[in-house]
């Protein structure tokens, strides 16, 4: 079978598929942050921030070096990544009042996650198989996006708990599978 990849391209997809692993560190990572957010109750809302804090300022790692690896639409996920830092940045200041303000906009957050899964799983549609995976955890974010805005605020630091780690295994789970997708990369050049 003839590879459509050019040299350079080649040497790209060489390089990201020996990094396969990288992935799955990732999402094991993301799926024990969901483990242990679920565990955690309203006595340790100091504890949650920080966690939160480290979460988006994991995510804005894991942006930024996708970004540094993508051949188009490098920007987006820059953007993304400076978000995930700033916010990162903010939670760990003041991880006490992070939880409070976080459940305020919890459903712009999701909505936001949403909309980039959504437009990453597009994107991928061409060269990734399981895209439509990405784009069910969008659509599945957008709702609960919505979901969550109807809510009271002393409802939304409840259910914080609970999306926050559905948000963190959902991202585990599409990490780990894409780990796999990568690895087979191989295969196509």
């Known amino acids: 079978m003839e590879s459509s990849f050019s040299a350079s391209g080649r040497e790209v997809v060489e390089q990201i598929s020996r990094l396969w692993w990288l992935w799955i560190v990732f999402g094991v990572a993301w799926m024990a942050v969901a483990l242990v957010i679920l565990q955690f109750d309203d006595a340790s809302v100091a504890t949650v921030g920080v966690i939160i804090g480290i979460m988006f300022l994991a995510s804005a790692a894991q942006q930024f070096v996708i970004a540094s690896l993508a051949e188009r639409l490098s920007w987006l996920y820059a953007v993304f990544g400076a978000l995930f830092a700033i916010a990162g940045v903010v939670a760990l200041i003041s991880p006490g009042s992070t939880f409070e303000a976080l459940a305020s906009v919890l459903g712009f957050l999701f ?79």
Do not use: C, P, Y
């Open 111 to 189: 909505l936001v996650v949403g909309a980039f899964w959504i437009i990453q799983a597009f994107i991928s549609k061409d060269v990734n198989e399981l895209w439509w995976l990405g784009l069910v955890a969008g659509i599945l974010m957008v709702v609960l996006a919505f979901w969550t805005s109807g809510q009271l605020l002393i409802e939304r630091e409840f259910v914080l708990l609970v999306f926050a780690g559905i948000w963190a295994l959902m991202h585990g789970v599409t990490d780990i599978v894409r780990a796999f997708q990568i690895r087979d990369l191989k295969r196509l050049v």
